[in-house]
């Protein structure tokens, strides 16, 4: 599987953006989809997942991002999403998306799949 992340750029406190995961090589419905992010001087942290169990998506979320981030997914294009809404200082860092087969995880390293990684800066 091959992934390419693009949306990121500068926003100002309080503002949005959405972020795009495109996703080629194999069947993408089958992946649970996530995102994680990388502060400089940190390690790199969950974000948020999302999973098709062939009926649902499940969504998951990390504690600092919940409610103001929404995570989703259009199997048909292969592409998954975050729309970043209330954005603050501390959720600047490149973002990236992964994939990995199987159930949910919020371990960076059980994803097999990585996108390059997509700036996000938000100013006070």
């Known amino acids: 599987v091959q992934l390419q992340a693009s949306g990121g750029g500068l926003v100002q406190a309080g503002g949005s953006l959405r972020l795009s995961c495109a996703a080629s090589g194999r069947t993408f419905r089958n992946y649970v989809m996530a995102w994680f992010r990388q502060a400089p001087g940190k390690e790199r942290e969950f974000v948020a997942a999302i999973m098709w169990n062939g009926y649902n998506n499940y969504r998951y979320y990390s504690d600092s991002v919940k409610g103001r981030f929404a995570i989703s997914r259009d199997n048909a294009k292969n592409t998954g999403y975050l729309q970043m809404n209330s954005l603050k200082p501390e959720d600047t860092a490149i973002y990236y998306c992964?994939?990995?087969?199987?159930?949910?995880?919020?371990?960076?390293?059980?994803?097999?799949?990585w996108g390059q990684g997509t700036q996000v800066t938000v100013s006070s």
């Open positions: 992964a994939t990995r087969e199987g159930s949910y995880s919020r371990e960076v390293s059980l994803y097999n799949y």
